[in-house]
């Protein structure tokens, strides 16, 4: 995708930039958070030493009833805690015990957004300990819903709201000019500078290492959610903190507000966001430009910054004006590409061949506004990602490799016939063919052995559609990616018994295990969460200045080993989220290895042993003794 994004940035790399504008790099352990520290004793600082009531209302050291009873008698805390003194593990199954209670997944992603609001460590460990069971909670599906009725659950900010309200504060300045008539003079002028600095600032974390912005205008397949999708960056960057091991004090979450077109939210009382129309164009380009410069003059040039559930609109300019001055990505578009690649290298244990074996065919939007949003954003930048990968192996063009794979939108296949029509970054996937004007027609033309559906429109893949793929290839590998799950193409059950359990599936939500003839099939799953973990933590510790294409590639690569034997026979292209944080340690030693490759990374010297030092640099939520 890199060759598309440099088109539009009218020929300039990611690479033409010198590294040597910035020095150091790698990660700072200035709290003894990583897992090298975890035996050292730690001071509870806030402002000053933490103690007594407000040590218990910090939920960075809060233990609860950990405290030992030299603690409480050291910090004041005697007498405002029952003496029971329990372990970290007793806390951990009392609280799993209470959450399993709790019926409605609403319900228990309340109780762990206000667990992590009151112990912060309790909440990580809950998280990476029971991570199979808490992702769909903390994350996608029900963050979804979380969003959808942020408003109504609000209850303390947990992150940065930078509105349009924070745009330009305008002042006057009187100059005196004197002449030689001698006579005096003021002049006024008005000054404007934009207030996105003063709240960055706000913030009270200095050492930020991983930024998630977004603007609310495409959270997952839901559309517009406004201010409201504030939900999506607090649950990225708990996932960066539990899978990849980032400190979660080095983690900023950004809601960009520039307005909704969510007519629904602007009559809803409980908005909390600004009530008016979205800004778009110069005002909204304007915004974001402050908000970027600003970030990097307050963090510096090594702060990653994801963009997250931006429109497709905005999401390919944003990469391609600032992927030469700032360290960005987009999960979206970047890290759903490599983690599909992933299952799709990883699957050819089992369908066989090379990936130039096969034939790829993209279902990328439905009828809907928002499932056209979603082709454009996650579908071109797979295949894209796809097309690489294919010619690395082969050493052919990626020109050519281009021509394996087919997609197909809501006018039909994407051929040359329509290329005048197309926008700038379909164009590469515009082939010969005569017109076909649906995905049925499409699949009995092209004959892929490979479907895969970012259309954001749920049950697009029918029984006839999966049917004929399975009708002309033993094993069809099928995707079905969108988000949340009633967004899916098809579920696992529908792709197993209409290709009578011959399909390899994955999908991007979740679904259960399920039985056909006897046959128990587990989904996989192409979660995002394989991937932006470990690939931010590589950048950290590398201390990159840019992302490039090569570095996705390293990262689905190193995703694709982490398949076992035991994962292939039971039909899985990806391997348990049980071994996740292992997994972000190999897939961050990949990215960080490719970084220095390419001359991008600036911590100086190299690790010799970058799996090593990964693992060293993971925050441990296991609590600490305090002095």
Known sequence: MESTLKEMRGGESVLDLSPKATVGGGVEDVYGEDCATEEQLVTPWTYSVASGYSLLRDPHHNKGLAFTEKERDSHYLLGLLPPAVVTQQLQEKKLMDNLRKYQVPLQKYMAMMELQERNERLFYKLLIDNVEELLPIVYTPTVGEACQKYGSIFRRPQGLYISLKEKYECFSAFVEFDYPSGLAQFNSTITCRGKVLDVLKNWPERNIQVIVVTDGERILGLGDLGCQGMGIPVGKLSLYTALGGVRPSACLPVTIDVGTNNEQLL??????????RRATGQEYADLLHEFMSAAKQNYGEKVLIQFE?????NAFTLLAKYGTTHLVFNDDIQGTASVVLSGVVAALKLIGGTLADHKFLFLGAGESLVAFVVLLQAGTGIAELIALEMSKQTKIPVEETRKKIWLVDSKGLIVNSRKESLQHFKKPWAHDHEPVKDLLGAVKAIKPTVLIGSSGVGRTFTKEIIETVASFNEKPLILALSNPTSQSECTAEEAYTWSQ??????????FDPFEYN???????????AYIFPG??????ISGAIRVHDDMLLAASEALAKQVSDENYNKGLIYPPFSNIRKISAN????????????GVATRLPRPANLVKYAESCMYSPVYRSYR
């Open 309 to 313: 559930d931006f429109a497709n609109h």
């Open 518 to 528: 006897g046959k128990v099939f587990v989904p996989g799953q192409a979660n995002n």
């Open 587 to 598: 897939i961050a030693a990949n990215v960080a290895a490719k970084a220095y490759e390419l």
């Open 501 to 510: 359990g011959r399909a390899i599936f994955a999908s991007g939500s979740p």
């Open 267 to 276: 009559k809803d009382e409980f908005y909390i966001g600004l009530r008016q």
């Open 535 to 540: 690939f931010g933590l590589g950048l950290v």
